[in-house]
């Protein structure tokens, strides 16, 4: 085994616990996100309190941008800096695969009794990592997140925003950032990785607390 391998095996054990930590406070911020704007977009302005309902816009607002930043992070393609993308670069090596591999059945003494079960674990979330990732569209939507973000979020620039991401589309890296973080689990056997099904709780959840507040702030102001 090269000391390449060896290198790019370490980089995945190593980074594999920040990145799937990164992935679930991206899909948390997206899923409140996305509950306070089902309920402001149920609710009847009218209806609302004046301070809840500007309190809310502003937290929706926010929790979207702090997605879209953290989403930027997660899929930056600078190899300099952590990323799915440096991890993708390491995965896609039939030797550092194999690497990994050998050494998560060897990574306690109890593991050797279940080599076949853990090499099939490891390869199969590695081959789900690959697909997820090379299934992003990098050309454009990626272009365009970058874009948004880089002028529209982290600096002032004197060149105006040209190009958006939809709700849609952000939704959609989302889910995939969060499948990749789920892939990375086996490198990282104390981790605990956001599922996609969480997503939806916690979207609830901000939904009905803004409903709530909705319904007694007003109340409250008399």
Not at 131 to 150: K, M, P, S, V
Not at 154 to 166: C, G, M
């Amino acid at each position: 085994m090269t000391l390449e391998a060896e290198a790019a095996a370490d980089y995945v054990q190593t980074e594999a616990p920040r990145l799937i930590k990164v992935a679930g406070a991206t899909a948390i911020s997206f899923a409140l996100f996305d509950g306070a704007n089902r309920a402001l977009c149920l609710a009847n302005q009218q209806d609302v309190h004046d301070d809840a309902w500007q309190t809310a816009l502003g937290y929706r607002g926010d929790a979207v941008s702090l997605t879209v930043v953290r989403l930027a992070l997660l899929l930056d393609r600078d190899t300099r800096v952590i990323s799915f993308q440096h991890i993708y670069s390491c995965l896609k090596r039939v030797d550092v695969a194999d690497l990994l591999v050998h050494r998560m059945c060897h990574a306690s003494p109890l593991a050797e009794a279940l080599d076949d079960r853990i090499a099939d674990e490891v390869r199969t979330s590695t081959r789900r990592f690959l697909e997820i990732y090379t299934a992003i569209d990098w050309h454009d939507l990626h272009g365009r997140l970058q874009h948004f973000r880089n002028r529209g979020l982290v600096h002032l620039t004197p060149e105006q925003i040209e190009k958006r991401v939809s709700y849609a589309e952000i939704s959609s890296l989302v889910h995939s950032v969060t499948v990749l973080a789920e892939c990375l689990l086996p490198f990282d056997p104390n981790g605990v990785a956001v599922r996609l099904d969480e997503i939806d709780d916690w979207s609830n959840h901000a939904k009905l607390v803004w409903e709530v507040a909705f319904r007694t702030v007003g109340k409250l102001s008399d």
